[in-house]
DNA sequence: TCCGAGCCACTTTTT
DNA sequence: GTGGCTCGGA
């Protein structure tokens, strides 16, 4: 942390006076007196800058320039002189939120940003806290963080103590009961009675009160107690509370929207006293109701915190008016919501497209089809994104992506420290950090294979627990019994020295060779090198990773500690390519062309979601589709199919609800009719049975079919006797009377010469060879001669 | 103790 | 369609 004292006017960098002529900068003309990072900020934005004291809240709808307006207030905070660096906690939902306000910052006013210690996540400032006063809350200052595979073995545990019926009642879903809980800052005495018997018959509470406890004794917290403990801490103890008071003279919030209740007690407490605290979010963006998150806390940020400030920030400077109004439109849905009116003077661009295909694959034939234009156009493949609803839907994208060699990279999707190799390495590292580390031990006493089954684990940890000694204590003196007999003995003799040995290098090689060393001597690089799996390749690969990510930091407990809580490398993989992600994953990140496939009922909306938690999750739902639309610079393309394949079962879908709320003028709507006709046989037929001319009832989707665009739709396809639903989307025009049907060339009842030069969507080009009446025998260039139906290729 | 066959369940995901 | 998990046999 730096002490430096900062000049009241520091001299301009290259880098300021380019943000302050950065896209969205206000004419004021009085810019030149100012303070730099004041300049380009429109007058809500220096609203939101300069009311430093007592609450705020900052409703800053998507694209309006929230980071700008977090950051020029930390500038502003700390070159006025307002607060040191060190007073002033900042909190962020992520790490990378956390580090791009550090950084951007630091472009704002350079050195004078140093020092900001308490920017951080909500997590990991807890264990800042917590790591200073450890012994107050019965733990030692050097914790382990568990992650959540770590929690749900120790459940598991817990559970069979018990004598409960693991399948049954799963530890997973107990996991996620107390996360649940710890997520509304309730502790194992204040879990009300109904939600206990959601568990075992009652025994919901006792399973957590116990699972405390032997976190307790393992000197571990998982991600939850982070914030529970803080804030029993600061009940605890007054005096400390009043310290932290004292300390933080001014309090910054990311992603407000996002703070579930554990988290929101949290800021209460330390804002009590000063009350300078700024909370940034927008209600119409919050996604993570499912994870615990509370809408309501900012819905009720002004009762909370009497005589707050409100600022909207509803200048957009992202989206074309088509994108704005078509998002604002369909949030518009929502009652739960205080309520925004973006605008914007970017001029008006391309509506929203709005297309309705045959399936998934006609969809992400589409979509490649689209993304290979916008390329030939001149434009980055980097520029586009497809965002999806849930993870499954990525697939067909890849496969299509690649048959055309589209690059493209999945954003999101196993972390990489949460893959099984990486925290087996980890576990091993943590047994040297600690040989007391009984989770670490356990996961990796039989990995590679000792001869170590589950039934000498078992032994040996009961006779650990019973003795009240860490599981390597009693390996090694059951060593000294003749308890243990067989493979199981020789095993754990072998794997005890082995640690021992490992501990002692440990203290004269640099932390990555012992890694390495660790990873060779016990086996397990061998093991993957033996392991058939394709997987294992990239597995070593992960594990090479793994020990160059540690180079990054000078001791095994510093990387140790850093990847507790961080659980994430910057790893910046550069290149041009498509970005395929999920809706949540897509929150605060932008592109000029946004596909959003899928929207389909019981899709997207989720129908789990639904039948979880009925129309707030509807509410939430849309508020997804709505960051989908935001995300959206230049155009958004929205499709939905017909038919789609879930878990491997073929399925007749209805166009999601959404589609019919968007504005009937700022929507294209399209029937790619000529996707219908090129399929023969089956295919065709199973179209015309789910089509126009076959009547079915509505599936119960009776409501939402009240707007505008769907009462359009039925008069101008008039298909007044058919049920709603089923006319929808290919009859005709979706939405907008005067949608114009796009024909396909090229692909319908085409016949074939032998000689002639075709394309084939899974086998590339080839030649025909042969043709009998719709069977065409080709020659594919790569994948040489093979039949197909004429029905699935086009003249090339 | 290990290995393979059958069974089931399967959103979203950061810390 | 797929992977993770359990159970039964070697």
């Given at each position: 942390?730096?002490?430096?004292?900062?000049?009241?006017?520091?001299?301009?960098?290259?880098?300021?006076?380019?943000?302050?002529?950065?896209?969205?900068?206000?004419?004021?003309?009085?810019?030149?007196?100012?303070?730099?990072?004041?300049?380009g900020?429109?007058?809500?934005?220096?609203?939101?800058?300069?009311?430093?004291?007592?609450?705020?809240?900052?409703?800053?709808?998507?694209?309006?320039?929230?980071?700008?307006?977090?950051?020029?207030?930390?500038?502003?905070?700390l070159?006025?002189?307002?607060?040191?660096?060190?007073?002033?906690?900042s909190?962020?939902?992520?790490?990378?939120?956390?580090r791009?306000?550090?950084?951007?910052?630091?472009?704002?006013?350079?050195?004078?940003?140093?020092?900001?210690?308490?920017?951080?996540?909500?997590?990991?400032?807890s264990?800042m806290?917590?790591?200073?006063?450890?012994?107050?809350?019965?733990?030692k200052?050097?914790?382990?963080?568990?992650?959540?595979?770590d929690?749900?073995?120790?459940?598991?545990?817990?559970?069979?103590?018990?004598?409960?019926?693991?399948?049954?009642?799963?530890?997973?879903?107990?996991?996620?009961?107390?996360?649940?809980?710890?997520?509304?800052?309730?502790t194992?005495?204040?879990?009300?009675?109904?939600?206990?018997?959601?568990?075992?018959?009652?025994?919901?509470?006792?399973?957590?009160?116990?699972?405390?406890?032997?976190?307790?004794?393992?000197?571990?917290?998982?991600?939850?107690?982070?914030?529970?403990?803080?804030?029993?801490?600061?009940?605890?103890?007054?005096?400390?509370?009043?310290?932290?008071?004292?300390?933080?003279?001014?309090?910054l919030?990311?992603?407000?929207?996002?703070?579930?209740?554990?988290?929101?007690?949290?800021?209460?407490?330390?804002?009590?006293?000063?009350?300078?605290?700024?909370?940034?979010?927008?209600?119409?963006?919050?996604?993570?109701?499912?994870?615990?998150?509370?809408?309501?806390?900012?819905?009720?940020?002004e009762?909370?915190?009497?005589?707050?400030?409100?600022?909207?920030?509803?200048?957009?400077?992202?989206?074309?008016?088509?994108?704005?109004?078509?998002?604002?439109?369909?949030?518009?849905?929502?009652?739960?919501?205080?309520?925004?009116?973006?605008?914007?003077?970017?001029?008006?661009?391309?509506?929203?497209?709005?297309r309705?295909?045959?399936?998934?694959?006609?969809?992400?034939?589409?979509?490649?089809?689209?993304?290979?234009?916008?390329r030939?156009?001149g434009?980055?493949?980097?520029?586009?994104?497809?965002l999806?609803?849930?993870?499954?839907?990525?697939?067909?994208?890849?496969?299509?992506?690649?048959?055309?060699?589209?690059?493209?990279?999945?954003?999101?999707?196993p972390?990489?420290?949460?893959?099984?190799?990486?925290?087996?390495?980890?576990?091993?590292?943590?047994?040297?950090?600690?040989?007391?580390?009984?989770?670490?031990?356990?996961?990796?006493?039989?990995?590679?294979?000792?001869?170590?089954?589950?039934?000498?684990?078992?032994?040996?940890?009961?006779?650990a627990?019973?003795?009240?000694?860490?599981?390597?204590?009693?390996?090694?003196?059951?060593?000294?019994?003749?308890?243990?007999?067989?493979?199981?003995?020789?095993?754990?003799?072998?794997?005890?020295?082995?640690?021992?040995?490992?501990?002692?290098?440990?203290?004269?090689l640099?932390?990555?060779e012992?890694?390495?060393?660790?990873?060779?001597?016990?086996?397990?690089?061998?093991?993957?090198?033996?392991?058939?799996?394709?997987?294992?390749?990239?597995?070593?690969?992960?594990?090479?990773?793994?020990?160059?990510?540690?180079?990054?930091?000078?001791t095994?407990?510093?990387?140790?500690?850093?990847?507790?809580?961080?659980?994430?490398?910057?790893?910046?993989?550069?290149?041009?390519?498509?970005?395929?992600?999920?809706?949540?994953?897509?929150?605060?990140?932008?592109?000029?062309?946004v596909?959003?496939?899928?929207?389909?009922e019981?899709?997207?909306?989720?129908?789990?979601?639904?039948?979880?938690?009925?129309?707030?999750?509807?509410?939430?739902?849309?508020?997804?589709?709505?960051?989908?639309?935001?995300?959206a610079?230049?155009?958004?393309?929205?499709?939905?199919?017909?038919?789609?394949?879930?878990?491997?079962?073929?399925?007749?879908?209805?166009?999601?609800?959404?589609?019919?709320e968007?504005?009937?003028?700022?929507?294209?709507?399209?029937?790619?009719?000529?996707?219908f006709?090129?399929?023969?046989?089956?295919?065709?037929?199973?179209?015309?049975?789910?089509?126009?001319?076959?009547?079915?009832?509505?599936?119960?989707?009776g409501?939402?079919?009240?707007?505008?665009?769907?009462?359009?739709?039925?008069?101008?396809?008039?298909l007044?006797?058919?049920?709603?639903?089923?006319?929808?989307?290919?009859?005709?025009?979706?939405?907008?009377?005067?949608?114009?049907?796009l024909?396909?060339?090229?692909?319908?009842?085409?016949?074939?010469?032998?000689?002639?030069?075709?394309?084939?969507?899974?086998?590339?080009?080839?030649?025909?060879?042969?043709?009998?009446?719709?069977?065409?025998?080709?020659?594919?260039?790569?994948?040489?001669?093979?039949?197909?139906?004429?029905?699935?290729?086009?003249?090339?």
């Amino acid at each position: 942390m730096s002490s430096e004292p900062h000049s009241p006017q520091p001299a301009l960098t290259i880098s300021q006076r380019a943000m302050a002529r950065a896209p969205g900068s206000s004419n004021r003309a009085d810019g030149g007196n100012e303070h730099p990072w004041m300049m380009g900020l429109n007058d809500q934005q220096r609203e939101a800058v300069e009311a430093l004291d007592g609450p705020v809240l900052v409703l800053s709808g998507a694209g309006t320039g929230k980071t700008k307006v977090l950051t020029s207030r930390l500038a502003q905070l700390l070159v006025t002189g307002r607060a040191k660096p060190w007073e002033i906690l900042s909190v962020t939902f992520t790490n990378k939120a956390a580090r791009e306000m550090r950084d951007r910052t630091q472009l704002l006013i350079g050195p004078a940003a140093e020092g900001l210690r308490w920017l951080g996540t909500f997590h990991s400032t807890s264990a800042m806290i917590l790591r200073r006063h450890a012994e107050l809350v019965g733990l030692k200052p050097s914790f382990t963080v568990l992650d959540t595979d770590d929690q749900i073995r120790l459940m598991k545990q817990v559970i069979e103590a018990e004598n409960i019926d693991q399948k049954r009642w799963t530890p997973r879903f107990l996991a996620s009961l107390i996360d649940g809980w710890k997520n509304r800052a309730l502790t194992p005495d204040k879990v009300p009675a109904e939600e206990s018997f959601l568990f075992a018959n009652g025994k919901g509470a006792k399973l957590y009160a116990l699972y405390q406890s032997r976190l307790k004794v393992l000197n571990c917290v998982d991600f939850g107690d982070l914030l529970l403990e803080t804030i029993s801490l600061f009940l605890k103890e007054p005096d400390l509370l009043a310290e932290y008071h004292d300390r933080f003279k001014y309090i910054l919030v990311d992603e407000y929207q996002d703070t579930n209740v554990a988290q929101y007690l949290w800021l209460r407490l330390l804002a009590r006293k000063r009350k300078n605290i700024c909370v940034v979010g927008d209600d119409d963006q919050s996604i993570y109701g499912w994870r615990g998150a509370e809408v309501d806390n900012i819905l009720r940020f002004e009762h909370d915190f009497p005589g707050a400030k409100i600022i909207r920030l509803e200048r957009n400077y992202r989206s074309t008016p088509h994108i704005l109004a078509a998002a604002s439109h369909l949030i518009a849905s929502n009652k739960n919501r205080l309520g925004k009116t973006l605008w914007t003077e970017i001029p008006e661009g391309d509506r929203v497209l709005v297309r309705g295909i045959w399936d998934g694959e006609a969809e992400a034939r589409l979509i490649a089809d689209d993304i290979e234009q916008w390329r030939r156009t001149g434009r980055r493949y980097d520029e586009s994104a497809v965002l999806v609803r849930a993870s499954w839907q990525m697939r067909a994208f890849e496969e299509r992506f690649l048959m055309l060699q589209i690059p493209y990279k999945v954003i999101g999707g196993p972390r990489f420290f949460e893959r099984a190799e990486i925290r087996d390495a980890h576990a091993y590292l943590r047994l040297i950090r600690s040989l007391d580390d009984d989770l670490a031990f356990e996961r990796i006493v039989n990995v590679p294979k000792r001869g170590i089954g589950d039934t000498s684990v078992q032994r040996l940890g009961t006779a650990a627990r019973l003795a009240g000694v860490p599981l390597f204590t009693m390996a090694s003196q059951l060593l000294g019994s003749d308890e243990l007999k067989g493979p199981a003995r020789t095993g754990l003799t072998r794997f005890i020295h082995q640690l021992e040995h490992w501990r002692k290098k440990s203290l004269e090689l640099p932390h990555t060779e012992l890694a390495e060393l660790i990873l060779d001597e016990s086996g397990y690089t061998d093991m993957l090198k033996a392991d058939k799996n394709p997987q294992s390749v990239s597995k070593l690969d992960n594990l090479k990773e793994l020990v160059r990510s540690m180079g990054q930091f000078d001791t095994l407990a510093a990387y140790l500690e850093h990847i507790e809580l961080v659980m994430d490398l910057d790893r910046t993989e550069e290149g041009d390519a498509v970005q395929i992600l999920t809706l949540h994953a897509a929150k605060g990140l932008e592109w000029p062309l946004v596909f959003l496939p899928g929207w389909e009922e019981e899709v997207f909306p989720s129908r789990r979601a639904l039948d979880e938690k009925g129309d707030k999750a509807l509410e939430e739902e849309r508020r997804l589709a709505y960051v989908g639309i935001t995300r959206a610079r230049e155009s958004a393309r929205i499709s939905f199919a017909a038919n789609r394949q879930i878990y491997g079962r073929w399925n007749s879908v209805l166009p999601s609800r959404f589609v019919d709320e968007l504005p009937d003028g700022h929507v294209d709507a399209v029937s790619d009719t000529g996707y219908f006709n090129q399929g023969t046989g089956g295919a065709a037929e199973r179209f015309a049975a789910y089509g126009p001319l076959s009547t079915q009832p509505g599936n119960g989707f009776g409501t939402g079919y009240e707007s505008p665009g769907w009462k359009r739709a039925q008069a101008a396809a008039a298909l007044g006797k058919l049920a709603p639903g089923m006319a929808k989307g290919f009859g005709g025009p979706i939405i907008d009377g005067e949608a114009k049907l796009l024909a396909r060339t090229g692909a319908k009842d085409a016949t074939y010469a032998v000689g002639q030069r075709i394309f084939h969507d899974k086998f590339g080009y080839g030649a025909v060879r042969h043709v009998e009446g719709s069977k065409l025998t080709i020659q594919f260039e790569k994948s040489g001669e093979k039949k197909v139906l004429d029905s699935f290729v086009s003249p090339a």
